[in-house]
Every structure is written in structure tokens, then in C-alpha cells.
């Protein structure tokens, strides 16, 4: 009775304030002509109050001129040197105004801001909001008309709108998610802000309900829709178009509608063989709905999609009525120099990364994303499992839980449309105490249950899902346990017996978070010379780890060499297990992370296949040779430049590749050809043992997949020299492009042989009149970083002057590097 008390007040959410969900036509992102303020002001007063001349006190506190999607935390996000900055920020502008529609509504609608944000024209407060990841709206209609009617403001700010914005990351123990969380809880406009104008009766929302039998022969869709009235009109016209994703228009209706602010059926329908939606065919079909009044005409486009998918029980996933094995990664909304600011292009071009990658799949952590991301999704055919950021340290009180609340019902309704979407999360990792005194499982669990079953009122249609808390598994439909296997536990020979007992314990058994951290660059010969010596003495385990490491997340030096075997061990394990639904490596990219300051990037979780800028690891191929459908192929090692050992000793070289076949040359010599087969580990076969010469080597590998011939080449140096105990550095610029100066230092021993296994810390710094291009969160882009083989780069832009730059390292001698040289 108690859960059952709580939909009431749950389900006004959706009622609170203004949503305008719907993708209105009449939209402006106002992304220019902005200054931002960190820290606080006294009052909303000092944004707009007017400047005598330069020079007076009301000229302070100095503000920057930025453009939107903005985020306090871009720089400071992964600077080694600071925690960083959680707390109040302003935002000011000026709108010029011109609404097209008689009466009509001015709303500001916002794609995302953290944490908590207050909107305020002139100084009166029109807004506010609870939550960084979900969309909202201010209608600032009234709170114009009233500055206008002032005639004197007005012509003080010659007829624009002064409108201010104040966002708050504070830590708040009362808000999720969590400051536990193993990523960082941005601040700031990040998102894009819209500026639309509607009619005086206009669409707040439309949805599209759709179902399909799993044969696809008859797919049923309703049209539900919710407006907004602030006229008198009881009528009006709605025009409904449906577009089917050959083209053809399948529905062309009129009619008329009522006016309530109510959420009504408009239009039902049934289709023969709909065209279907999948990974492989991501068909679309499109809605166009206008409603006309006397008091305007607007038009909404939604899209959407048929599909059928079922999570057997203790069984595989289906879609559409056949097997379809999920091959997923996870990402945040993080990127070098922008933080959670990511603009519609670099999203754009990272979901591309991972749909060539192969993936068919992505969990969204651990919040709601942006909107641009979900259409990419539907349009690129990766389905999704988004979730409310309910992401550790226990559960709090009753504004906790209102804030819990409203984010699901707002991602569920803001994204219910998209058929990419197969299952709404309700937490992560909600085992994990801390934010609180105490710690209640049956609160956890009671929060938990209320969670499912609000999903499931607002969204019958799709499936429920959490990941690693097993006293609550039974309460999702679809539960992830914690397996990692290689990484935080056991090693990775061990995934398929590991994951198989897991699969017996829950009906839906799905694996979220698998992998492991790599330094970008950073390798080491002795694995895969574990992995010869299992292969040649014909073995019947095989050696993953060196004597000296115990644990690869403990102990390990995290090179590019080891997770790479990892990836393609439990690839090729993933393929022989009927029953397996499924699973999502983590994660796509590096991302920010403020609880691991000590990582060979400080504050940068490193389990991604491409770095934070989204330069691509080794392990990116080694996915994309498992997953991908177009030809590739790849000499594994292009950013390890220098390898080593003995003069004369056998060194392998793996090819990823999803060809049937592949010949490599040495220096022009082929080495042979071998034919590719996913269960021959590692490299599904296409390996040689090669000797490579001293100095410099020329690798090419040809690979063949039917009449498709694919190709790459990388230069490899060998170094036979043995070093000593690093004594010395070199810094040197090896590159120049236009104003920017590559550099990097070198770690040798007395002799001035490189030290190809050093990992020391070096500490890059600039004097003069360049910039250091740091606080990237990348390899070369962090003035303090962990060596790669004996050495790091980082990148210098000029100014057009001259500058100093150096190195330091505990116990070498400090070394410097004149620019220009």
C-alpha cells in the first residue's frame, strides 16, 4: 500500500512547470554572446546593474566571454594539481526577442545544466531546477512583458532582454548522483540551451506508443499527445503525416482536437509487415504533427521505430525473432578541453567511432545523455540502455527521492520515442554505502522497488535493468553482476567460467563492465612472449600474467600489451556461449574521474579504447576485427615505435583483422600467409614469429575478405642495447605544425641507451610566452603523466614568441628545451 501511495505524487511531476519535450521546428540555440562568472554573486542584481565607466567598483568581479555548451570544469576537470572546482557559477546575456505569434510563449529549454540552476529575467526569478542530465523548460513569457512594459529598463538595455542563469555543482549529499561516483559531477550550461516560440495553444509532447509481433507481420502504433493552452480556444486543427522509412507517406490526416492541457490518444493505426527497426537495418519512420489555431501554427517532428526484442528466460536476447548477441560499450558526456560541454559535431563523430568499432549496443553512464546522442543512436542502430544517475552511496530523504523520481519520469518521457532504447536502468552499483550513517538494504531495496515500478507505469513496453547489487537482483527485469575477470579478479582465462555461474543465478542475466585500464603508448614484450611459450610447448592453459604480478589492476603496469590479450580472449570466449545475451565492455573512451588522482593520467579512468580525445588505443582494432563488417585490418603496435630484445630472438606480430586471410612482409620479405579463425588465440590466428633487424623495420600486411583487399604498414625501431638504472633526460621538439611545437623527453641510463621498461612521473612546465596544451586528460595532453617506454610527449603553442620548457623527475636532473630552437 505504501509503494502503490507514492504514484500519485510521483506522476505530478510531469505536470511541474514547463517540459516542451516536443522537437519543435520554431527552435534557436543560443550559443553565442555569453559571459560566465565563477563563483558567486551577492544577488541577481550585480549581473545587471549598470557600469558608470571603467574603473569603478561595479566593474567587479570580472567576467569571460564563453560560448554555450560551456562547463566550469573543462580545464580543472584533470588538472593534477587541484580538486576540482564543485560550486555556484553565473551566466549572463542578452536576448533580442521577436516572437512571431500573437500571444504567443517565449520558453528557454534546456538540453542539460548542473546541478542545480536558476533562471532569472532582469531580476526576477522565472525558474529553477534539480538535476544535470535531464531536459527542461522556463516559460519566460510573463517575466518579458513585464520588463518591456518598463520603459525606462527597457531602453537601458536598448530593447534586449537581460536574462542571467546561475548553475551549482556543490557536493549535496541529498542529490544524486552520489559525490562517491567514479566520475566527476560537472557544472555549468553544457548542454545546449534553446530559445522557442510557440503559439498561445501549442504541443508540449508527442509520443509514439508502437508494438510488432516477433515475426514482424503486424506492427500496431498509437500517437499520444500533450499541449499547452494559455488561450481561450476549446478547438482546433491537427494535421497528422506519417512517413514510413522508404519514404512513402503512409498516413496524411486532419482533424479536429480539444484543447486541455490533458495527455490524449490522437491517433491509432495497425500495419501489415511494418518495416522494422535493427542494429543492422536501423529503419526509421517519421511524424509530423501540426496543430493550428487562431493563435499560430506549429509543427512537431518525432521518429520512431518497430521492434521486437525478448531477454529469454536464462537464454540468449532476441530481436525481431531471431538471436542477436549484444556487443556493447558504455560512455560518459566527457571530452578533452570541454568537459561535459561536447558539441553536436563531437558527438556526432564519437558515435560514428563506435558504430564502425562494430558495436550493435551502448549503456549510457550513468544518466540520462543528451538528446543528440539518442538520435544517433535510433539513426545509426545501436540500442541503449539509459539510466538515472542513482549511482552509489546509499539512499537519502524525501528530496533525494523526489529528485530520483523526476528523473526517471523525465527520461522515460523525453525519450520513449527512440526504438534504440531497450532498457530503462534504475542505479548502478547501489551496494556500495558511504553518503550516509547508516546504510539499510531494505531502504536500498525499497527505493529500488518503488524505481521498477514507476518505469514500468510510465514505459510498459520496455524492460528494467540495474547493475552490480545482488540483494536486489530479483527486483529489475535484466540484472548486470560484477565480473571482472583479469582485471580486479582472477585472470582472464577464467571469463567463461566466471560469467556462467553468474548466468545460473537470475532468469535475465546480462554483463555490464568488463575490461580493464591501459596507458595509451605504453607496451611491454613480455606477454606476448608468455604467450609463445604456451603456444610452442603446446600448453594446455595459457599464461596471462608475469611472476612478478599477482593482480593486473594492482600490480600490473597497465600497458596497451596486456589488455589487448585480455579483449581478444574474451571476444573469442563470447562467441561460443549460446546463452549468453549479451555484453558491454567498459568503456568506450577515457573519461575524468575525481577519485583516482594517481593514475598514469591523474584523474582519468583509463579502461578506454580510445583516449579522451578520442584517439584510438591498439584495443580499438582488436574490437573492431571481432565485431566490425567492412574490411580491415591492423599491424597491432602503431604507437609503439621502439620495440626490444635480443639480437636474433623470435618476436611476435599479431594482425587484427576481420579478413579471411592476411600475408605479412618484413623490411619486403612476406613472412607468409594465414587464414583468420576467431578461436585460434590471440589474434584469431593471423600471428607470426618474426626477427626483426637492428634499427629500423618496415611491417606491411595484406588482407584479403572475398574481392576486397585491405592493406596497412607501420615502422617498427628494435633495440637490442640492454639498459641500466635511468640516469638522465632528453627533451627535444621532434614536431612543428604551424604555431604549435611537439616535445618530448626521453629517459636514459648513464650510457644514453633508452630505458624502454621506465613508467617514472615526469612533470612537464613552460616559461615565457607559449602555452602548455595540458589539463587534456590524455597522454600528451597532462603536464604530469607516467612515461610510456621510457618516455612522454606534450605539446607547446607558441604565440608567436619564445618560451623555455623542462622537465623534472624525483632523483634525474632537471633537463630544459629552448623554443624556438
Same mark, same amino acid.
Given at each position: 500500500?505504501?509503494?502503490?501511495?507514492?504514484?500519485?505524487? %510521483?506522476?505530478?511531476?510531469?505536470?511541474?512547470?514547463?517540459?516542451?519535450?516536443?522537437?519543435?521546428?520554431?527552435?534557436?540555440?543560443?550559443? !553565442?554572446?555569453?559571459?560566465?562568472?565563477?563563483?558567486?554573486?551577492?544577488?541577481?542584481?550585480?549581473?545587471?546593474?549598470?557600469?558608470?565607466?571603467?574603473?569603478?567598483?561595479?566593474?567587479?568581479?570580472?567576467?569571460?566571454?564563453?560560448?554555450?555548451?560551456?562547463?566550469?570544469?573543462?580545464?580543472?576537470?584533470?588538472?593534477?594539481?587541484?580538486?576540482?572546482?564543485?560550486?555556484?557559477? @553565473?551566466?549572463?546575456?542578452?536576448?533580442?526577442?521577436?516572437?512571431?505569434?500573437?500571444?504567443?510563449? #517565449?520558453?528557454?529549454?534546456?538540453?542539460?545544466?548542473?546541478?542545480?540552476?536558476?533562471?532569472?529575467?532582469?531580476?526576477?526569478?522565472?525558474?529553477?531546477?534539480?538535476?544535470?542530465?535531464?531536459?527542461?523548460?522556463?516559460?519566460?513569457?510573463?517575466?518579458?512583458?513585464?520588463?518591456?512594459?518598463?520603459?525606462?529598463?527597457?531602453?537601458?538595455?536598448?530593447?534586449?532582454?537581460?536574462?542571467?542563469?546561475?548553475?551549482?555543482?556543490?557536493?549535496?549529499?541529498?542529490?544524486?548522483?552520489?559525490?562517491?561516483?567514479?566520475?566527476?559531477?560537472?557544472?555549468?550550461?553544457?548542454?545546449?540551451?534553446?530559445?522557442?516560440?510557440?503559439?498561445?495553444?501549442?504541443?508540449?509532447?508527442?509520443?509514439?506508443?508502437?508494438?510488432?509481433?516477433?515475426?514482424?507481420?503486424?506492427?500496431?502504433?498509437?500517437?499520444?499527445?500533450?499541449?499547452?493552452?494559455?488561450?481561450?480556444?476549446?478547438?482546433?486543427?491537427?494535421?497528422?503525416?506519417?512517413?514510413?522509412?522508404?519514404?512513402?507517406? %503512409?498516413?496524411?490526416?486532419?482533424?479536429?482536437?480539444?484543447?486541455?492541457?490533458?495527455?490524449?490518444?490522437?491517433?491509432?493505426?495497425?500495419?501489415?509487415?511494418?518495416?522494422? @527497426?535493427?542494429?543492422?537495418?536501423?529503419?526509421?519512420?517519421?511524424?509530423?504533427?501540426?496543430?493550428?489555431?487562431?493563435?499560430?501554427?506549429?509543427?512537431?517532428?518525432?521518429?520512431?521505430?518497430?521492434?521486437?526484442?525478448?531477454?529469454?528466460?536464462?537464454?540468449?536476447?532476441?530481436?525481431?525473432?531471431?538471436?542477436?548477441?549484444?556487443?556493447?560499450?558504455?560512455?560518459?558526456?566527457?571530452?578533452?578541453?570541454?568537459?561535459?560541454?561536447?558539441?553536436?559535431?563531437?558527438?556526432?563523430?564519437?558515435?560514428?567511432?563506435?558504430?564502425?568499432?562494430?558495436?550493435?549496443?551502448?549503456?549510457?553512464?550513468?544518466?540520462?545523455?543528451?538528446?543528440?546522442?539518442?538520435?544517433?543512436?535510433?539513426?545509426?542502430?545501436?540500442?541503449?540502455?539509459?539510466?538515472?544517475?542513482?549511482?552509489?552511496?546509499?539512499?537519502?530523504?524525501?528530496?533525494?527521492?523526489?529528485?530520483?523520481?523526476?528523473?526517471?519520469?523525465?527520461?522515460?518521457?523525453?525519450?520513449?520515442?527512440?526504438?534504440? =532504447?531497450?532498457?530503462?536502468?534504475?542505479?548502478?552499483?547501489?551496494?556500495?554505502?558511504?553518503?550516509?550513517?547508516?546504510?539499510?538494504?531494505?531502504?536500498?531495496?525499497?527505493?529500488?522497488?518503488?524505481?521498477?515500478?514507476?518505469?514500468?507505469?510510465?514505459?510498459?513496453?520496455?524492460?528494467?535493468?540495474?547493475?552490480?547489487?545482488?540483494?536486489?537482483?530479483?527486483?529489475? !527485469?535484466?540484472?548486470?553482476?560484477?565480473?571482472?575477470?583479469?582485471?580486479?579478479?582472477?585472470?582472464?582465462?577464467?571469463?567463461?567460467?566466471?560469467?556462467?555461474? &553468474?548466468?545460473?543465478?537470475?532468469?535475465?542475466?546480462?554483463?555490464?563492465? @568488463?575490461?580493464?585500464?591501459?596507458?595509451?603508448?605504453?607496451?611491454?614484450?613480455?606477454?606476448?612472449?608468455?604467450?609463445?611459450?604456451?603456444?610452442?610447448?603446446?600448453?594446455?592453459?595459457?599464461? #596471462?600474467?608475469?611472476?612478478?604480478?599477482?593482480?593486473?589492476?594492482?600490480?600490473? &603496469?597497465?600497458?596497451?600489451?596486456?589488455?589487448?590479450?585480455?579483449?581478444?580472449?574474451?571476444?573469442?570466449?563470447?562467441?561460443?556461449?549460446?546463452?549468453?545475451?549479451?555484453?558491454?565492455?567498459?568503456?568506450?573512451?577515457?573519461?575524468?574521474?575525481?577519485?583516482?588522482?594517481?593514475?598514469?593520467?591523474?584523474?582519468?579512468?583509463?579502461?578506454?579504447?580510445?583516449?579522451?580525445?578520442?584517439?584510438?588505443?591498439?584495443?580499438?582494432?582488436?574490437?573492431?576485427?571481432?565485431?566490425?563488417?567492412?574490411?580491415?585490418?591492423?599491424?597491432?603496435?602503431?604507437?609503439?615505435?621502439?620495440?626490444?630484445?635480443?639480437?636474433?630472438?623470435?618476436?611476435?606480430?599479431?594482425?587484427?583483422?576481420?579478413?579471411?586471410?592476411?600475408?605479412?612482409?618484413?623490411?619486403?620479405?612476406?613472412?607468409? =600467409?594465414?587464414?583468420?579463425?576467431?578461436?585460434?588465440?590471440?589474434?584469431?590466428?593471423?600471428? @607470426?614469429? =618474426?626477427?626483426?633487424?637492428?634499427?629500423?623495420?618496415?611491417?606491411?600486411?595484406?588482407?584479403?575478405?572475398?574481392?576486397?583487399?585491405?592493406?596497412?604498414?607501420?615502422?617498427?625501431?628494435?633495440?637490442?642495447?640492454?639498459?641500466?638504472?635511468?640516469?638522465?633526460?632528453?627533451?627535444?621538439?621532434?614536431?612543428?605544425?604551424?604555431?604549435?611545437?611537439?616535445?618530448?623527453?626521453?629517459?636514459?641510463?648513464?650510457?644514453?641507451?633508452?630505458?624502454?621498461?621506465?613508467?617514472?612521473?615526469?612533470?612537464?612546465?613552460?616559461?615565457?610566452?607559449?602555452?602548455?596544451?595540458?589539463?587534456?586528460? #590524455?597522454?600528451?595532453?597532462?603536464?604530469?603523466?607516467?612515461?610510456?617506454?621510457?618516455?612522454?610527449?606534450?605539446?607547446?603553442?607558441?604565440?608567436?614568441?619564445?618560451?623555455?620548457?623542462?622537465?623534472?623527475?624525483?632523483?634525474?636532473?632537471?633537463?630544459?628545451?629552448?623554443?624556438?630552437?
Amino acid at each position: 500500500m505504501k509503494k502503490q501511495s507514492l504514484f500519485p505524487f %510521483i506522476l505530478l511531476i510531469l505536470c511541474i512547470g514547463t517540459s516542451l519535450n516536443a522537437q519543435t521546428e520554431s527552435k534557436i540555440r543560443l550559443n !553565442d554572446n555569453w559571459k560566465y562568472l565563477k563563483g558567486d554573486l551577492g544577488n541577481v542584481w550585480e549581473t545587471v546593474r549598470p557600469i558608470v565607466k571603467p574603473g569603478n567598483p561595479e566593474c567587479v568581479p570580472l567576467w569571460e566571454a564563453v560560448t554555450l555548451p560551456h562547463c566550469f570544469n573543462a580545464s580543472d576537470g584533470v588538472d593534477p594539481d587541484v580538486n576540482y572546482y564543485q560550486g555556484p557559477g @553565473w551566466y549572463k546575456t542578452l536576448l533580442a526577442l521577436n516572437n512571431p505569434f500573437k500571444q504567443g510563449r #517565449t520558453i528557454l529549454h534546456f538540453e542539460g545544466a548542473g546541478q542545480k540552476t536558476e533562471v532569472y529575467v532582469y531580476t526576477t526569478k522565472v525558474g529553477s531546477h534539480i538535476g544535470g542530465y535531464d531536459e527542461w523548460s522556463v516559460d519566460i513569457t510573463d517575466a518579458v512583458n513585464a520588463f518591456l512594459q518598463n520603459k525606462t529598463l527597457s531602453s537601458t538595455f536598448n530593447g534586449k532582454i537581460p536574462l542571467s542563469i546561475r548553475c551549482d555543482n556543490s557536493r549535496d549529499n541529498e542529490m544524486i548522483p552520489s559525490s562517491l561516483a567514479d566520475f566527476n559531477i560537472y557544472g555549468g550550461i553544457y548542454r545546449y540551451l534553446n530559445l522557442i516560440y510557440v503559439p498561445a495553444l501549442s504541443i508540449d509532447r508527442v509520443n509514439i506508443n508502437t508494438s510488432v509481433d516477433s515475426k514482424g507481420m503486424s506492427g500496431k502504433f498509437d500517437i499520444v499527445l500533450k499541449t499547452t493552452n494559455k488561450s481561450s480556444l476549446t478547438k482546433a486543427n491537427l494535421k497528422i503525416e506519417i512517413v514510413d522509412a522508404a519514404g512513402k507517406v %503512409i498516413v496524411n490526416t486532419n482533424q479536429e482536437t480539444e484543447t486541455g492541457d490533458d495527455e490524449r490518444t490522437v491517433y491509432s493505426s495497425t500495419l501489415k509487415k511494418p518495416i522494422l @527497426w535493427s542494429p543492422s537495418q536501423p529503419n526509421l519512420y517519421t511524424c509530423r504533427v501540426t496543430l493550428n489555431s487562431e493563435t499560430g501554427t506549429q509543427t512537431v517532428t518525432e521518429h520512431f521505430g518497430f521492434r521486437n526484442y525478448e531477454f529469454t528466460d536464462n537464454g540468449p536476447f532476441m530481436l525481431n525473432g531471431k538471436r542477436l548477441l549484444i556487443r556493447g560499450t558504455h560512455k560518459h558526456e566527457d571530452h578533452a578541453g570541454v568537459g561535459a560541454a561536447m558539441t553536436e559535431k563531437q558527438i556526432r563523430e564519437e558515435m560514428i567511432l563506435i558504430k564502425e568499432m562494430g558495436a550493435n549496443f551502448i549503456r549510457l553512464g550513468h544518466y540520462q545523455q543528451s538528446r543528440i546522442t539518442l538520435n544517433l543512436c535510433d539513426s545509426l542502430g545501436i540500442m541503449v540502455w539509459e539510466e538515472i544517475p542513482w549511482c552509489r552511496g546509499g539512499v537519502g530523504g524525501d528530496r533525494y527521492k523526489k529528485q530520483a523520481y523526476s528523473m526517471m519520469t523525465n527520461m522515460i518521457t523525453q525519450h520513449r520515442n527512440h526504438p534504440a =532504447v531497450i532498457l530503462w536502468g534504475l542505479g548502478n552499483e547501489n551496494d556500495w554505502p558511504g553518503d550516509f550513517p547508516t546504510y539499510d538494504k531494505k531502504e536500498v531495496r525499497d527505493f529500488m522497488s518503488t524505481l521498477n515500478d514507476l518505469a514500468h507505469k510510465l514505459d510498459p513496453s520496455r524492460k528494467t535493468s540495474i547493475r552490480r547489487c545482488d540483494f536486489c537482483k530479483d527486483i529489475p !527485469d535484466v540484472y548486470s553482476p560484477s565480473i571482472w575477470a583479469g582485471w580486479y579478479k582472477g585472470i582472464f582465462t577464467d571469463y567463461k567460467t566466471m560469467s556462467e555461474k &553468474e548466468m545460473k543465478t537470475v532468469k535475465h542475466f546480462f554483463h555490464a563492465e @568488463w575490461g580493464g585500464d591501459s596507458h595509451a603508448g605504453r607496451f611491454d614484450e613480455r606477454y606476448d612472449q608468455l604467450l609463445q611459450q604456451s603456444l610452442t610447448k603446446n600448453k594446455d592453459s595459457i599464461l #596471462t600474467l608475469p611472476n612478478d604480478i599477482d593482480n593486473a589492476s594492482k600490480s600490473g &603496469e597497465w600497458s596497451e600489451s596486456y589488455i589487448c590479450n585480455l579483449y581478444d580472449w574474451t571476444l573469442k570466449e563470447q562467441e561460443t556461449m549460446p546463452n549468453l545475451t549479451g555484453a558491454a565492455f567498459w568503456t568506450f573512451k577515457d573519461f575524468s574521474t575525481p577519485v583516482r588522482p594517481d593514475n598514469p593520467v591523474p584523474y582519468v579512468n583509463q579502461k578506454g579504447v580510445v583516449e579522451r580525445d578520442d584517439t584510438k588505443k591498439e584495443s580499438y582494432f582488436v574490437f573492431q576485427s571481432f565485431w566490425a563488417e567492412k574490411p580491415m585490418v591492423h599491424i597491432y603496435g602503431h604507437s609503439w615505435p621502439v620495440r626490444w630484445g635480443n639480437a636474433g630472438e623470435d618476436k611476435m606480430v599479431k594482425v587484427y583483422s576481420n579478413c579471411d586471410e592476411a600475408e605479412l612482409l618484413l623490411n619486403g620479405k612476406s613472412l607468409g =600467409v594465414k587464414k583468420r579463425h576467431s578461436q585460434d588465440f590471440p589474434a584469431a590466428g593471423l600471428r @607470426w614469429n =618474426v626477427v626483426y633487424k637492428q634499427g629500423e623495420n618496415l611491417l606491411k600486411v595484406v588482407a584479403r575478405k572475398g574481392k576486397v583487399t585491405v592493406v596497412d604498414e607501420i615502422t617498427q625501431s628494435y633495440q637490442t642495447d640492454h639498459w641500466g638504472k635511468p640516469a638522465q633526460m632528453t627533451l627535444t621538439k621532434i614536431n612543428q605544425q604551424g604555431d604549435i611545437a611537439t616535445l618530448e623527453v626521453k629517459l636514459q641510463d648513464e650510457q644514453n641507451i633508452l630505458c624502454l621498461d621506465a613508467r617514472n612521473v615526469v612533470t612537464f612546465g613552460l616559461a615565457g610566452d607559449g602555452k602548455l596544451l595540458d589539463n587534456l586528460g #590524455t597522454s600528451s595532453g597532462s603536464r604530469v603523466v607516467e612515461l610510456q617506454n621510457g618516455r612522454a610527449i606534450i605539446r607547446v603553442r607558441m604565440n608567436a614568441g619564445s618560451c623555455v620548457a623542462s622537465v623534472k623527475c624525483n632523483n634525474i636532473p632537471t633537463v630544459f628545451c629552448k623554443l624556438p630552437d
